[in-house]
């Protein structure tokens, strides 16, 4: 009976490890992606922003909590018309205390040139991958895929200066300053985005620490 309660536990620990090592790997559609989610902690991670200057998130350390939102680049109209949409509530989102950045696979120099309109946006850019795989969104787009956009004129490879041809999933993560992800929203279906009412809800939440209103009524049950 111990020996069967090991295994038991040795098997579920292995298969926790390959899940854990599955998530980050660049998966083979954006159906097998494995995002992270709420209650789950954020990689620390520092990209290159469109204005040339380095912005950092570090677990535990962050001044702000942030709004996280991966983008498929400035070439997707769908990412543009979801850019476009998400400034009525930037705003509001800066002044509820929220640093409110993008991540596409666009390179640096691109990032802000690609969009159709001008935005105010921190726009950041993960051209390796590195961070967009962390989160477990990252997947490779067919060949099949690549040389259809080539054909519309959009080269994966040019906008990224890299040879991956991976995507994110379209993704959105409202993380605390503690690297606690609080919401998380990503849809395999690039045309489905996160509507802004959404986000400001989910905002609210951490803003007024409802996530901790069970706790709280515990607590005052005991008094």
Same mark, same amino acid.
């Given at each position: 009976m111990k020996l069967t309660k090991a295994l038991v536990f040795v098997t579920a620990l292995l298969l926790s490890l390959t899940a854990l090592a599955d998530r980050t790997d660049v998966h083979a559609s954006a159906e097998d992606s494995q995002p992270l989610l709420p209650g789950m902690t954020a990689p620390a991670f520092s990209l290159n922003a469109a204005d040339g200057s380095t912005v950092s998130f570090e677990p535990g350390a962050a001044e702000r909590p942030v709004i996280l939102t991966f983008y498929r680049g400035g070439w997707c109209p769908y990412c543009n018309l979801h850019?476009?949409?998400? *400034?009525?509530? =930037?705003?509001?989102?800066?002044?509820?205390?929220?640093?409110?950045w993008f991540v596409s696979m666009d390179k640096p120099e691109v990032l802000a040139p690609s969009l159709s309109e001008e935005v105010t946006y921190t726009l950041l850019s993960d051209a390796s991958g590195e961070v967009t795989r962390a989160?477990?969104?990252?997947?490779?787009?067919?060949?099949?895929?690549?040389? *259809?956009?080539? =054909?519309?004129?959009?080269d994966l490879e040019e906008v990224s200066g890299e040879t991956h041809h991976i995507l994110p999933v379209p993704s959105t993560y409202v993380i605390d300053t503690d690297g606690t992800i609080h919401f998380a929203y990503s849809n395999t279906d690039y045309k489905v985005r996160l509507s802004p009412a959404v986000l400001l809800s989910a905002a609210w939440a951490l803003s007024a620490d409802a996530d901790e209103r069970l706790v709280k009524q515990r607590e005052e049950t005991r008094k």
């Open positions: 850019l476009f949409e998400l *400034r009525d509530v =930037e705003a509001e989102l800066q002044a509820m205390g929220f640093d409110v989160f477990g969104i990252a997947f490779r787009v067919p060949d099949e895929t690549v040389s *259809r956009y080539q =054909e519309h004129g959009i």
